[in-house]
């Protein structure tokens, strides 16, 4: 299985061109622009009429064209054209072509074409392009791209390209994806299989279209006005959203070992079978399992000694030659050397477990949420490997979260040896919820992987305050975080200096509170990945409380924001999609001013949905204010035709965030 970042690659170069710094560097190698002649299948493409699109659409993708050959020994030759007209300056990005290249991977042709208003035709041939890794994390692999630069990519212009590729992949199985973050006017795909082959088609998020007929036996499929997946906050994966076709083809009663894998358990002991001679602990593995569990108090101990020293201790570095790709290395290898990819990582985890007799197992994700599809068993959903480590059963799993109870293993804990910042208990929230394949020793099942409660993901603040008679207010604020506002909280500044993290403090602060200034911040078990994470303050806010007359306004919220503008800018396409669920809770007692007493408090507001609840209340004792609210995310997508609650509610927060306490003088 390809690592994380490895498919998180092909993901990329599906209908991107490149990240911004790659097309800088190509700028400079000036390739060569020629008089030249347009073939004509893209003088046809550009002569089409198209629709009108927002004024936001950078380019409209008028042809894209895949042409797949299948030899009877397995050998695949694929053929891409596609032209682009340019709508907008910020499309320049468009000019850059970027073509996959790598083990068992021959590039037969590549050259590209451009023209525009100013009547002048462009030929780039292969000669003009470089060849180059796009990503600086691989010690070394084998997988390299071809990198061209079409010029003339102004408005107006239109750009096309085509190559050829002649590989023979891992798996039989194939992705047609013609839906992506442009519109398309026309997508094709044609498939010519050798006699005696058959297929199987699954559409993913677009009815299916029957095929017609080619010559000599061929297969094509052709739509038309594709709209593109637009951008929305909140919204899931737009690869998750995006129409495409998955195909899987193999020779008619599997003869010659070309049958397609038929179900999960298949795809499963497919990558048993890469792994299982890989797992075997070395004597300098052995030794350093002792090591780290001597004189540990119980077994959960034991195991966390374990995962902290991979996650923390053994860099992360893709090594991926031919099979390298899915095969992970061997465990004494991954020790020796210190580094290793996702799968390395997991290998390395699962042999030292071993050897102090946990049994655990590789469990292949994806790290966008909602992007496995059940209905299509394929190596190709895959981009990540995590562990199901399985726990001895006099162990408590009161603080493993992310445990849940297996049909046949008891209690099972996953757990991502890759993610530095999510300790033993936890999940990355982007694999909650989501789906994996457990491998187990005669195969394999899909799973839902485990969405952690509400209360695991906390955010605590309490703040006491004295307000005076002119509205200033002087703080003192200690946040406690755990869970995953821990994790990202605790990532942010650890990435920073310590004179930014103060600046980083100031500008949250001034989000909400004008003319403020904090001074006095620390941060505590910043660097203890297992422990809450504790962020103190104070703070001076000059006039917070609002002179009306002879009447203070004084807004009880101080800190945070828990309304949303999301859903008001235009009407709503897609679900919306949190993060995580959570739990933000909000304690602050204002002493009022001397001679100043309540005139009116706020209602108290208890707010409940599906999705997500808040509660809000102000209480007056002496000359003490005390204001409680709490936020709670309980599930982590809300469906479109649920998003005019969200709304609503989202309204409603926000008016009891803008509430005010009247204070006036007090009776003498």
Known sequence: MKTRLSLKRKKWLRRSNGPAALLTALMALAPLAAQAGVPDWMRQAASATTPKYPDDTNAVILLDLQSTTVSDNGEIKTTIRRVYRILRPQAHQYGTVVVPIGSGTHLAYLRGWAFGSDRNEYEVKEKDCVETSLFNDALYEDARHRVCQLPAALPGSVLGYEFELQLRPDVLQHEWAFQGEDPVLRARFELRLPQGWEYDSYWLNHAAAQPETLEKGGLAWELNNIPAIEKEPNMPPWEALAGRLAITFYRRGGGGGQASPASWQDVARGYARLAEDRVQASADIKQKVAE???????????????????????????????????????????????????????????????????????VLVNTNRNLVEAKFPSMLNFDHVILAIRIPENISTITLFASEQHKSL??????????????????????????????????????????????????LRVAKLSVDAQGNVQAEVQEIRWGEPAFTTRARLLALQESQRQQSLEEFVGQFVGASSVVGSQVQHLADYNSSLMVQYRLLAKGYAKLAGNMLLLRPRLLGEKSSGILEEKERKYPVEFPNTGLDSDSFEFVLPSGYEVEELPEPVNIQSPFADYHSQVQVAGNVLKYQRNFTVKAV????????????????VEADERSTVILKPAAH
């Open 292 to 362: 780290l569990t001597r004189g540990k108090p119980d077994a959960l101990t034991n195991i966390q000694a374990l995962a902290d020293f991979v996650q923390h201790q053994v860099r992360y570095v893709a090594i991926e030659i031919g099979i390298g790709g899915y095969q992970p290395h061997p465990a004494s290898e991954i020790f020796a050397k210190g580094y290793g990819d996702c799968k390395d990582k997991a290998t390395l985890l699962s042999a030292m477990l071993s050897e102090m007799g946990v049994e655990s197992h590789f």
């Open 410 to 459: 008891g209690t099972v804990l996953y757990f991502d040896p890759t993610d530095t910042a999510v300790p033993l208990g936890y999940l990355p929230w982007e694999l909650q919820g989501s789906w994996g394949l457990f491998v187990g020793k005669d195969g394999g099942e899909l799973v839902q992987l485990p969405l952690l409660p509400p209360a695991v993901n906390r955010l």
């Open 637 to 652: 997508e809300v469906p479109l035709d649920r998003v005019a609650e969200l709304k609503k509610f989202y309204r409603d």
